[in-house]
């Protein structure tokens, strides 16, 4: 079944939906495609999903996240050249040209004032106590696949540390997290740069950013909102 059809072509676009709306957006190549499935898709241009001041470079291979009526982006690819960028974008999607890199942190580990590239990035989303994550998992990083696993936090909009990496590294792998052990389990992806082996792996990521000290009488019903 046909969901909608690009107003403008994008390669290799990222992709995250708004589950309340079931809206889906496309990011890549400076537009955000936004579609639904009675409405089809427009186009909103979004000049600022580029790197470099003088002549801006568009971009694709990003993974994406929706989260309170604003789009994220996280890493990705120079279309011009194909190199990996570390920026992190918050964008209004249906606002024409307000994404902006400006007061957000770069990819990095966390600790290391050394920015990290990388695009083909799984974005696995993770919630608890009241906060709303982002865990960046695996990736291509100068030309070689990622083990690389990062928390973004949605509400400060800070990297705030790294999870376990993973034992392969990988590239887009399918990945879901596993909230009560507290893992992120990856299946598959590729496992080359230039994106034409597969992998068969199965494998997890431990988070351990959820759990409490200090729980309520019945943590399911009830659950703890300041753990100490």
Known sequence: TLFATLATSQTRPGLCVDE?????????????NICTINDGCQSVSQTGLSVGNTEPVALNAMACYFYKGKVYTFGGLRITDGNDIANVFECYPSIPDNCTSNNLPRLNTVGSPTAQSRAFIRAVPIECFG??????LGGRSSLNPSSESQLYNLEDRTIVRTTSTLLDSTIGPVAVFDSRREQIWAFGGLSNAALTGCSGNIQFSNVDICTTLDPTMDPTVDPTTDPT
């Open 131 to 136: 906060e709303q994550y982002v865990a960046l």
């Open 20 to 32: 309340a709306t079931n809206t889906v957006y496309t990011v890549g190549n400076q537009v955000i």
